[in-house]
């Protein structure tokens, strides 16, 4: 189903009494079989755990597209690296944690953040991460196919890094991606 962002569907059904046969699959509820004869796309108002480490982590680039959450936890993802080359990507690594956000957000609203100009190929993967307070909790992360081969934009570390003195990100954290601007 091109073009369907959200696998929520609602269902305009027809109901047929018990013994009419329509040689279509029914779907049996109580004594009354129910057909779905088409689908089609609702927007799903259900928020969704998501855990942001690259441009997503700034409230303004998040507003630009449309997302406004009403709160943000800091978070640590173990098992990956970030590198910035020239923007921010994660690649599996089994020594190095991320720091980042995790907020509520739809599906739409995901939708329209990683169709906004300018972004590139992300992934959605399912992820757990650890909040503040150590509490574990599962969340999508959106991750490139492979990290870039550029040097590292600076005005864009220097957002990253301001923004993640703002939440409070570990200093080793922020000086680990300080350090990314010679790699």
């Known amino acids: ?13 027809e109901t047929i009494a018990d013994g009419h ?3 279509v699959n029914h779907i049996h509820a109580g004594s009354r079989r129910t057909i779905a004869t088409d689908a089609v796309p609702v927007p799903s108002r259900r928020r969704i755990s998501v855990f942001f480490y690259g441009s997503f982590i700034r409230r303004d680039v998040m507003a630009r597209g449309g997302l406004n959450p009403e709160r943000f936890e800091v978070a640590r993802l173990s098992g990956f690296e970030i590198h910035i080359s020239p923007y ?14 995790l907020v509520q957000a739809t599906h739409e609203e995901l939708a329209a953040l990683y169709s906004m100009d300018g972004v590139g190929v992300f992934h ?3 992820v757990v991460v650890e909040t503040a307070g150590g509490k574990l909790t599962p969340a999508l992360c959106y991750i ?5 081969d550029g040097p590292a934009d600076r005005d864009y570390l220097d957002r990253l890094v301001a923004a993640g003195r703002e939440y409070g990100f570990p200093d080793w954290y922020l000086h680990h991606l300080n350090e990314r601007r010679s790699t």
């Not at 921010?88 to 956000?101: I, K």
């Open 21 to 23: 046969s329509s040689g």
């Open 124 to 126: 959605p993967e399912a």
């Open 88 to 101: 921010a990507a994660l690649t599996p690594s089994t020594q190095c944690s991320v720091y980042g956000v």
């Open 144 to 148: 490139p196919p492979s990290a870039g």
């Open 1 to 13: 189903m091109g073009g369907i962002v959200s696998s929520h569907l609602r269902f305009s059904c």
